[in-house]
């Protein structure tokens, strides 16, 4: 089975500053992993996915995630946020089938 | 194009009643899906379907049917509506099946039951 833990449920930063949000998972498998992003009153929208190329893997609006195997993350970084990275944000597994595993989500809040 | 649309966008019900939420995408997607969002638990998986007459269950189905006559289209029905079914309903389409897929989803529906 497979399992995706987000280790922190809030974050808060100031406009400019990085941002770090971690994910954990679990999978029998090599996994396909990914972060989507969930503005308010949104669905959720694609930021990156990890698919067993590269292990540093870039995505939109300068966000960025690498996978270790060894410590079996997948951590979600910004080098200086902007306001509008106010969002919750979804790291997800998918190792087997056709059925995805979310983590509970991370709220993000940045300051001005 | 307009993607994934979801009706209603809000809806109300009383414990017992049903209704249907309405999915549909005009991406040619075989692969369609129906998750629940509910604080701190992410999204779970209710149905899917990889292709038209083709349907199975996901993490939490009961309580939930669905159907895929078309390509387009994936309605899902609550059967007899329950207060522990309020929640936030997304649907979301792929290209296929594919676990590196990227998975595009609607706007969502807000269902309270009352």
Known sequence: AQSVTQLDSHVSVSEGTPVLLRCNYSSSYSPSLFWYVQHPNKGLQLLLKYTSAATLVKGINGFEAEFKKSETSFHLTKPSAHMSDAAEYFCVVSDAGNMLTFGGGTRLMVKP | ?114
Not at chain 2, 52 to 69: F, L
């Open chain 2, 1 to 114: 194009n307009a993607g994934v649309t979801q009706t209603p966008k809000f809806q109300v019900l009383k414990t017992g009643q049903s209704m249907t939420l309405q999915c549909a995408q005009d991406m040619n997607h075989e692969y369609m899906s129906w998750y629940r969002q509910d604080p701190g638990m992410g999204l779970r998986l209710i149905h899917y379907s990889v292709g038209a007459g083709i349907t199975d269950q996901g993490e939490v189905p009961n309580g939930y049917n669905v159907s895929r006559s078309t390509t387009e289209d994936f309605p899902l029905r609550l059967l007899s509506a329950a207060p522990s079914q309020t929640s936030v309903y997304f649907c979301a389409s792929s290209y296929s099946s594919g676990l590196n897929e990227k998975l595009f989803f609607g706007s969502g529906t807000q269902l309270s039951v009352l």
